[in-house]
């Protein structure tokens, strides 16, 4: 099995920033790919940004310019960088991992989910 442990979302005002940081732990032979997602309350969980172990980075559109995706490769972590918060920003943000274990099998895990509150 794999852990997500995220850390870095709170409440924020309109124009701050955030960085929220998600660490992978357990059965992890490589980290293929970590990301963001994000969820408002009654809509579907949207991508945010993805980083594959290469670097390249796939980002919504909606993003792009004021989040900044990262990755520390050796301690399995993924950063997200969030700057000039939107009200319309405020979600559950999720962190994603394409993690191969042991066995060589390759599986999609989620965290918990850490809430980020942007008040006007």
């Known amino acids: 099995q794999v852990q997500l442990v995220e850390s870095g979302g709170g409440l924020v005002q309109a124009g701050g920033s955030l960085r929220l940081s998600c660490a992978a732990s357990?059965?992890?032979?490589?980290?293929?790919?970590m990301g963001w997602s994000r969820q408002v309350p009654g809509k579907q969980r949207d991508l945010v940004a993805v980083?594959?172990?290469?670097?390249?980075?796939t980002a919504a559109d909606s993003i792009k310019g004021r989040f900044t995706i990262s990755r520390d490769n050796g301690n399995n972590t993924v950063y997200l960088q969030i700057d000039l918060l939107k009200p319309e920003d405020t979600a559950v943000y999720y962190c994603?991992?394409?993690?191969?274990?042991?066995?060589?099998?390759?599986?999609?895990?989620w965290g918990q989910g850490t809430q980020v509150i942007v008040s006007s």
């Open positions: 980083q594959t172990k290469g670097g390249t980075t």
């Open positions: 994603y991992a394409r993690v191969m274990g042991r066995d060589l099998r390759t599986s999609d895990y």
């Open positions: 357990g059965n992890i032979v490589t980290v293929n790919a």
